[in-house]
């Protein structure tokens, strides 16, 4: 089965330092996502990427972070300069527009900023 | 507001017990619903999904989901659960025809089943 892939598996960083988190999304899907979960918080809707341009972002979603699809296959989030409060599990998704709203999820990175 | 509440944050079951997992939402309009887990150490996986139709969905591994609209609900259920099914179980919505992929989740349910 396809898989949405995402590196690096852990990051830990400092806080004020910029790190972009990847993702390489399942090939014919046209929606691209990125998730967050607080350690024991709910899973939070961050971004959401299409046709090369964002085409919905949370409150969440300020001006530290930015999305890019740099080439034809990967996906990144970028953090500009992380907080503690950072520190999170980051999940990547996709979807392909035809069937219906089923998201597809990768395994996560998780960042933590000290 | 969207919510999802999951009432349930840690079932322990032995296995062969029989599982129910609450669901409620809070949307103003029509709904998809969906369950996901996470196995540990796994990426969250769609378990099943409700569009429309027949509210009683069925899903892998055995589980199966029912819409109740005048409730909010979408309780996941399984007849006898295995050792193998410990892992997080999240419940999921997002709006008919709102932007694609916007998916509100609950705070999850941790599931241990003993063997």
């Known amino acids: 089965e396809p898989e949405v892939t995402q590196t690096p598996s852990h990051q830990v960083t400092q806080m004020g330092q910029e790190v972009i988190l990847r993702c390489v999304p399942i090939?014919?899907?046209?929606?691209f996502y990125w998730y967050r979960q607080i350690l024991g918080q709910k899973v939070e809707f961050l971004v959401s990427?299409?046709?090369?341009?964002?085409?919905?972002k949370s409150e969440i979603f300020d001006d530290q972070f930015s999305v890019e699809r740099p080439d034809g296959s990967n996906f990144t989030l970028k953090i500009r300069s992380t907080k503690l409060e950072d520190s999170a599990m980051y999940f990547c998704?996709?979807?392909?527009?035809?069937?219906?709203?089923?998201?597809?999820f990768g395994e996560g990175s998780w960042l933590t900023v000290v | 507001a969207q919510s999802v509440s999951q009432h349930n944050h840690h079932v322990i079951l032995s296995e062969a017990a029989s599982l129910e997992l609450g669901c409620n939402y809070s949307y103003g309009g029509t709904v998809n619903l969906f369950w996901y887990v996470q196995y540990p150490g796994q990426h969250l996986q769609l378990l099943l999904k409700?569009?429309?139709?027949?509210?009683l969905v069925k899903g892998i591994k055995g589980f199966e989901a029912e819409f109740i609209k005048s409730k909010f609900s979408f309780n996941l259920r399984k007849p006898s659960v295995q050792w193998s099914d410990t892992a997080e179980y999240f419940c999921a919505v997002n709006g008919r025809g709102s932007t694609l992929g916007r998916l509100y989740f609950g705070r999850g349910t941790q599931l241990t089943v003993w063997p």
């Open positions: 090939s014919n899907h046209l929606y």
């Open positions: 990427f299409y046709n090369n341009e964002i085409s919905e």
């Open positions: 998704a996709s979807s392909e527009w035809e069937s219906g709203n089923t998201i597809y």
């Open positions: 409700y569009f429309s139709g027949d509210p």
